[in-house]
């Protein structure tokens, strides 16, 4: 059974940091993709950055470009989100999700993950 857990959510300052982390069990982590998905209230789930199995690949929606970095520790069977230079507009459920096969791709589609976590809340207050 995979499991995927965030952490590290919280209510933050404009400006601010987090790191978010999302631990993963029940699968070959090294194996796949990860990817970090938002949804804010009335808002569609939002692509937010991805990682391939190997974590030399990354990519990113346009609005976090340079103040988001995602990177993942197959050690650990971990991936990472760290967000600096947070806007009120980051504001969101924050989910980490895997995909299934092993392609060396960054999916950015949310229909081509296959598992989903429960999501972590992301505030960012002006």
């Known amino acids: 059974q995979v499991q995927l857990v965030e952490s590290g959510g919280g209510l933050v300052q404009v400006g601010g940091s987090l790191r978010l982390s999302c631990a993963a069990s029940g699968l070959t982590f090294s194996s796949n993709a990860m990817g970090w998905f938002r949804q804010a209230p009335g808002k569609e789930r939002e692509f937010v950055a991805a990682?391939?199995?190997?974590?030399?690949?990354?990519r990113f929606t346009d609005s976090v470009k340079g103040r988001f970095a995602i990177s993942r520790d197959n050690a650990k069977n971990t991936v990472n989100l760290l967000m600096n230079s947070l806007k009120p507009e980051d504001t969101a459920v924050y989910c980490c999700?895997?995909?299934?096969?092993?392609?060396?791709?960054?999916?950015?589609?949310?229909?081509?993950?296959?598992?989903w976590g429960q999501g972590t809340q992301v505030t960012v207050s002006s």
């Open positions: 999700a895997a995909v299934r096969s092993t392609s060396w791709n960054t999916p950015y589609r949310h229909y081509e993950y296959d598992y």
């Open positions: 990682i391939s199995r190997g974590g030399g690949s990354t």
